[in-house]
Each structure stands twice: as structure tokens, then as C-alpha cells.
């Protein structure tokens, strides 16, 4: 067995869980494995929280959060060093994700001081002449916010930043495979005069997550990562407000007009960013049939001259997948649409946990790569004649994130941008594009709410109306 494989089955042990490098199998750090039984302990902190945070003036909120987002800059090589290993993404590709971070909570601070509710015209309607009034945006309470590996640190930020500006607390549990970040960025919200309460860290599987989304007294659940989790969430849940981002299949439209170069490049990024561990990232290539032989040719070839390798070096673009076991289900899956009558164009190789960026075509509608989400470094290149069969083959998914487009027409591209059923349709971008501010969630099936921090800290707080009636004299 190799170390990669022995990390994959040795990560949670009866009361610690260790966490491994997905490059090179070595110990990153342990964090304890809480179960079901610690739930009472860490509702007990949390009721404390909901209490400290309510309390906190915004301005206090707002100061923390700069602080926090100082700090976080000032470690920024040490927190890309963390994500490097813990997450397997290229150095690179860590430091943006740093970057990111602190703009989230910037972002969250801002919030925090601005979007503090409205006046409403009483008086615009007939019977309400006398009132006048308004309303404010109140913390929900508590939230348990559930997080996944590929973006370990900023989809913490994503959470904690807007819920913290609302006056929440949160009960967070980061995912078991990458949970190092998370921990270090608390410790960065504490050290900047965040009361310890109002975050409770709780780290362990799949027991504690149902526990914490089952309990009474949580008033919103916050959850990014698969379809088969955030169903068994809404099971679970009960009265609580859902918040889920829950992955895509994106496509990407490549029109005749295009400028070929830069799409080209924009499209090997969006493919093969963070490994494909992306839910917003670029899986189904659809390219106009008059272009598709030079599109095609361009593409492989800049995919070949992609560095797969460790992490750690800067000249690396690709890592490796999370586990072995991942990667070892990508090579299943492209095994199945080679079978099935898909055609390679390179790539396919897999090492322990580190798999080559593929590209296939000719694959099968009826695949699972071409109808679920792969989440690996694999692409797919598809001809088209006619728009409206390409627009009919993006939409054909049953759940979407984000979509892209190239066209130098800005009248087609705007037509195309309201027929394309996603969150977001990126136009002369590959659909792995995102602003943190943003509004970003789903399309269709699993779409509920949306993360980018206004919108994600409206989701986390509620309106409380204020209405003065005007006592006349007689």
C-alpha cells in the first residue's frame, strides 16, 4: 500500500484526525474527532456566543474583522505554506486564495458598518398616514457552517466573514480533509478581538455533522460541498434557513468570433485549476465546428505543457487530487466513457494521488463525466453547428453554477447570457471566474441562497420592523 493510500484510510482515528499531505502522504497536523456526545459542550459555548456576538456594536464587528484581515496578510506566505499542504493546491494557486481571503473580510467589515436596514414609507400608503418607521437587520442566532477541502481557507472566510458582521455565531466544522486552515484563521479572528465564544471550531465526520444540523436552537445551516451531503442536510434540518452550494458542471461556449488565443488559455485555467477540485470550473468545452480543429489543437497542446508536480515549487500547475481514492475514482470514470466510445487527446495517467490533465471528446451524453460533476482534472471538447443545439447541451444538466462564453458580439453574448440557465454566465471568461462580492450560488435543482459577502450576511441576518403611529389630539 502506498503512503498516499495508508493517508486516506488512516485520517480519522477513535480520537484524533490526522491530517496528511495528499502530495507526498507526510503528517500536516492532528485536530481532535468530536462525535455526536461533544454536541452538548459545544451548544453550551455557542449559547454563550449568540449572546456576546448579539451585543457587539458594528463598529466593534467591523474593527475585528479589518484586524483579522491584517493579520491574515501579514501571515500570508505561512497560511499558503498551510493550504499547500493540507489541500494539495500549487503554491501559486494558495497565495491567490490568501489574497482572496483577506478580501472577504475586508468585504464582511464593510458590511458590518453599511447595510444596517432602511426607512419605509409609511406614509406611501392610503390608511398608514400617521406611521412612520423602519427596519433593521438583526442576527438570526446561531449558524453551524459546514465547509469543504478545496478552498480551505477562503470558504471559511465566506462564512465566518458575513456572520460575524451580522452578529451571529457560528458553530463551524471544516471539512476533516483539510481542516488547518480553518483553525488558523479563527486564531487570526480571536488575536484580533473576536470573543473566543462566538466561533466554536468543531472538527470530526460525518456523526457530528448530522448532531449539529439537528439541533433546535441552530437557526441557519451554511453548507458547501456535494449533492448526496446537502440532501441528507435538508433531511435533517428541520426548521432552519438552508444555505447550499452544492457544485456544478459548467459549460463554455466558444463562438466562431472569438479571439482564439486568449480563450484558449482562459479555458486551460478554468479546467485545470486546483486540479479540477472546482465546482465552478470549466468541464464541457462546446466550440463552433468552424474553429473546433485549431481550438482543439491549441488547447492539447497547452495542456501537455502543464507542470503536474509538487506543490511546493512555483513552477508547478497542477497538484495532486485530495486522495488517492479520488483520483483513483477520475481514472475509473474516464476508464468508463473510454469504453463507452470517448476518444483521448492526452492525459490519463495517474500516480498515486496526482492525475494528468485529460482531455477527452466524443463522449457519450449518457456518461457520468458528461452529466455529473467530475471534480478532477478532466475536460471535455464537444463541436457544434448550431447555437441553439450548444445552448440546449449547457442547459441539458440538471443543476448549474456558473457558465461560460466567448464572442466578440456583444448583442449574441447578452442573448446567450439570458438563455443559459447558471448562477452566472462569465462573458470572455471561462466560468472558473469569481469577485468575492458577487452574488454566487446555483441554478435549478439544489439552489438555495447565495454566498459573496452582502449577500450571504443578508441570508444571515433578519428584518425587524419599527412603526411609530402618531398619537393626534382630537
Not at 480519522?12 to 491530517?19: F, L, N, P, T
Not at 459542550?41 to 463598529?59: C, F, Q, T, W
Not at 480553518?182 to 462566538?198: T, Y
Not at 491549441?298 to 500547475?317: C, E, I, K, Y
Request: glycine share 8%; hydrophobic share 45%.
Amino acid at each position: 500500500m502506498s503512503v498516499s493510500s495508508m493517508a486516506s484510510v488512516q485520517r480519522v482515528g477513535a480520537k484524533q484526525i490526522d491530517v496528511f499531505s495528499p502530495f507526498d502522504g507526510r503528517l500536516v497536523g492532528s485536530v481532535p474527532c468530536l462525535d455526536a456526545s461533544a454536541v452538548p459542550g459545544l451548544l453550551e459555548r455557542a449559547r454563550i456566543g449568540v449572546r456576546e456576538s448579539a451585543a457587539m456594536p458594528r463598529h466593534l464587528r467591523a474593527r475585528i474583522l479589518e484586524e483579522a484581515a491584517r493579520r491574515v496578510e501579514l501571515e500570508s506566505a505561512a497560511f499558503a505554506i498551510l493550504i499547500v499542504a493540507e489541500a494539495g493546491k500549487t503554491l501559486r494557486q494558495a497565495e491567490k486564495e490568501v489574497k482572496r481571503c483577506v478580501n472577504t473580510l475586508k468585504l464582511s467589515a464593510e458590511e458590518a458598518r453599511r447595510n444596517a436596514g432602511e426607512v419605509i414609507p409609511f406614509e406611501a400608503y392610503e390608511g398608514s398616514e400617521s406611521r412612520q418607521g423602519w427596519f433593521t437587520r438583526e442576527p438570526l442566532g446561531l449558524i453551524v457552517a459546514i465547509t469543504p477541502y478545496n478552498d480551505p481557507l477562503n470558504l471559511v472566510a465566506h462564512k465566518l466573514g458575513p456572520a460575524i458582521a451580522g452578529g451571529n455565531a457560528v458553530i463551524l466544522k471544516p471539512s476533516e480533509l483539510a481542516p488547518l486552515s480553518a483553525l488558523k484563521l479563527v486564531e487570526c479572528l480571536v488575536d484580533a478581538g473576536l470573543p473566543p465564544s462566538v466561533v466554536t471550531t468543531a472538527t470530526g465526520g460525518v456523526d457530528l455533522g448530522k448532531a449539529l444540523v439537528e439541533l433546535r436552537e441552530v437557526r441557519m445551516v451554511s453548507f458547501t460541498g456535494g449533492f448526496t451531503t446537502g440532501e441528507s442536510i435538508a433531511r435533517s434540518a428541520g426548521l432552519k434557513k438552508l444555505a447550499m452550494d452544492l457544485g456544478g458542471n459548467a459549460p463554455v461556449l466558444v463562438l466562431e468570433d472569438c479571439d482564439l488565443e486568449p480563450t484558449v488559455a482562459s479555458c486551460v485555467s478554468g479546467a485545470f485549476w486546483a486540479a479540477g477540485q472546482n465546482c465552478i470550473g470549466t468541464q464541457r468545452i462546446l466550440v463552433h465546428c468552424s474553429i473546433y480543429e485549431d481550438f482543439r489543437e491549441r488547447f492539447v497542446s497547452q495542456t501537455r505543457a502543464l507542470v503536474l508536480g509538487d506543490p511546493n515549487q512555483r513552477a508547478t500547475d497542477v497538484g495532486p487530487m485530495i486522495t488517492e481514492q479520488a483520483a483513483r475514482r477520475t481514472e475509473q470514470w474516464v476508464n468508463e466513457a473510454l469504453a463507452e466510445g470517448a476518444l483521448l487527446l492526452c492525459g490519463h495517467h495517474r500516480q498515486a494521488g496526482s492525475y494528468s490533465p485529460t482531455v477527452l471528446e466524443l463522449v457519450s451524453h449518457n456518461s457520468q463525466i458528461w452529466q455529473q460533476e467530475v471534480f478532477a482534472p478532466v475536460v471535455i471538447l464537444e463541436s457544434f453547428d448550431h447555437l441553439d443545439d450548444a445552448v440546449a447541451l449547457a442547459n441539458a444538466a440538471e443543476y448549474s453554477l456558473h457558465a461560460g462564453l466567448f464572442t466578440r458580439d456583444l448583442s449574441k453574448a447578452l442573448k446567450l447570457a439570458r438563455q443559459i440557465e447558471a448562477g452566472g454566465v462569465m462573458i470572455n471568461d471561462s466560468s472558473d471566474y469569481r469577485f468575492d462580492a458577487m452574488p454566487f450560488g446555483g441554478s435549478k435543482y439544489g439552489s438555495l441562497g447565495r454566498e459573496g459577502v452582502r449577500f450571504a450576511y443578508e441570508d444571515m441576518t433578519q428584518p425587524k420592523v419599527v412603526c411609530i403611529n402618531e398619537i393626534r389630539q382630537a
